[in-house]
C-alpha cells in the first residue's frame, strides 16, 4: 500500500496537512502548507469519498444512496 501525499503546485514539494474540518460524512476539508521554507503556500485540500468500489458489508442507506447518485447502472 502507497502513502498519499499532496505536492505544491507551485514548488513541487511535499505538503503538510493541519486543520481538519469535517464538512459532512462523505467530505473533509483540510489545510495543506508546503514545507519548503522558501514557498510556504498553503491552501485548502477537499478530500471526498466520491464513489464505492467495495460496498460495505455493514452499510448506512444514506450513504450507500449518495454513493450510488450519478453511477452508470
Known sequence: MSTAYIRCP???SKMTTARH???NELLKELTATCRNADCLFS???YVEIAR?????LAPKPEITGQLLKGQPR
Open 10 to 12: 507551485h514548488c513541487g
Open 52 to 56: 464505492q468500489i467495495q460496498p460495505s
Open 43 to 45: 491552501a485548502s485540500v
Open 21 to 23: 474540518r469535517q464538512m
